[in-house]
């Protein structure tokens, strides 16, 4: 197959064009994908009318698909284990009201994150496939914090360098009201300490290593300081030159880098239904400094 890849903008995405997950990669495709992934960070694939079956198939040839540790709110496919359900919808095709638990926790990715940063070693990369697409809002927002990292002014820069933040899963559901990880599920992912500066095992480049929804706590400081840190850093990473804005077709599949991005999607019409099905590629190792 021979691709095509078109920058959506400056800062980060592109539009990746000549490919069909359908079908088997050869060597040199899968190449050209994780080059021109290296380089644009966030990568869009329109038109893949994909199966789940079809959707892991792919995501293996960048990694090991993660298999979500939390099963009591049903984010976790029963029919396809390595999906992850960013939906509205349930089992019985019944649209669920925001005030559901699954509903509460998936709000929390409207403020900056990676995803499972909770994990000693975070995952490498997401692939998120819109099944059922809002036209009301549900615009994924992604940020090059490369760019942010280098851009830092010296008054954050100075606080981020050399430090950590915990990651602490189980902050959701302080954040969001939904209900609280079970003593099994709180004891399999206890919170993690990762640098706030993270350098990328392939491309070698420092990027701002944060989340708004998972960090609770920075070194340091007390809590309401780094509360204040973290807000302050986001606020500085979400300026226009630095973030693409995807606004969904059916059938588009987005894989963005977790390890120099960080996204949050923009909330939309609750009466409308929204089925993205995610999956997200383990981390080979843990956050480089
Ligand atoms: C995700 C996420 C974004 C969205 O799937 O990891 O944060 O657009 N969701 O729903
Ligand atoms: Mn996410």
Wanted: net charge negative; hydrophobic share 35%; with cysteine.
């Amino acid at each position: 197959m021979a691709i095509t890849v078109t920058a959506r903008h400056p800062a980060l995405g592109a539009e990746v064009r000549g490919v069909d997950m359908r079908e088997p990669l050869d060597d040199a495709t899968v190449q050209a994908i994780g080059d021109a992934w290296m380089k644009h960070l966030v990568l869009v694939f329109p038109d893949q009318r994909i199966t789940d079956q079809e959707h892991v198939a792919f995501t293996r040839h960048f990694g090991e698909p993660e298999i979500f540790h939390q099963t009591s709110l049903h984010l976790r496919s029963d029919r396809v284990k390595e999906i992850f359900l960013v939906s509205n919808v349930d089992d019985q095709n019944r649209l669920m009201a925001p005030s559901a638990p699954s509903q509460k926790q998936l709000s929390s990715s409207r403020m900056w994150h990676t995803d499972s940063s909770y994990r000693p070693t975070p995952s490498v990369g997401s692939l998120l496939h819109g099944i059922e697409i809002s036209r009301t809002g549900g615009i994924t927002q992604f940020i090059n914090m490369y760019r942010v990292y280098d851009d830092l002014p010296d008054s954050l820069r100075r606080q981020v360098e050399g430090r950590r933040a915990r990651h602490d899963f189980s902050m959701l559901h302080r954040l969001v009201g939904s209900p609280p990880p079970t003593p099994e599920e709180q004891a399999a992912m206890p919170p993690v300490w990762h640098p706030m500066v993270r350098r990328h095992p392939v491309t070698g480049a420092r990027s701002l290593y944060i989340s708004s929804i998972y960090n609770d706590a920075v070194e340091g400081l007390a809590e309401a300081a780094a509360r204040k840190l973290i807000e302050e850093l986001s606020e500085f990473a979400a300026q226009p030159q630095y973030m693409y804005r995807h606004v969904w077709e059916p059938d588009d599949v987005l894989m963005w880098d977790n390890r120099c991005t960080v996204h949050a999607v923009t909330p939309h019409d609750p009466g409308e239904r929204r089925v993205m099905h995610r999956t997200t590629i383990v981390g080979t190792e843990p956050v480089l400094v």
